[in-house]
């Protein structure tokens, strides 16, 4: 059974930093797409970061490239993402999921923690 379970969300003034952690389990993070992706109050979910440990690559949404990296540790299961600079708008929910290879859609889906950025 695969579990996601993200943390080190909070409140953060503007300017300020933070780390998510996703912890997996069930699933080796080599042979899986590890994403990020963050839902606003009121919007749509919307992607963040994504990375494949397999050697694909990492890529980014325009709007956090050069704040936030994604980052993994292979020996503890979990993947990060280190957010810098945050702005009010950066404040959503933010989940970790997990694609399996060949597939478009993620197949697995943490619970969420909360990110909330003061202005």
């Known amino acids: 059974q695969v579990q996601l379970v993200e943390s080190g969300g909070g409140l953060v003034q503007a300017g300020g930093s933070l780390r998510l952690s996703c912890a997996a389990s069930?699933?080796?993070?080599?042979?899986?797409?590890m994403g990020w992706f963050r839902q606003p109050p009121g919007t749509e979910r919307e992607f963040v970061a994504a990375?494949?440990?397999?050697?694909?690559?990492?890529n980014y949404a325009d709007s956090v490239k050069g704040r936030f990296t994604i980052s993994s540790d292979n020996t503890e299961n979990t993947v990060f993402l280190q957010m810098n600079s945050l702005k009010p708008e950066d404040t959503a929910v933010y989940y970790c999921?997990?694609?399996?290879?060949?597939?478009?859609?993620?197949?697995?889906w943490g619970q969420g923690t909360q990110v909330t950025v003061s202005s």
């Open positions: 999921a997990a694609r399996l290879p060949g597939n478009d859609a993620y197949d697995y």
């Open positions: 069930g699933v080796p993070l080599r042979s899986v797409v």
């Open positions: 990375v494949a440990l397999f050697g694909v690559g990492i």
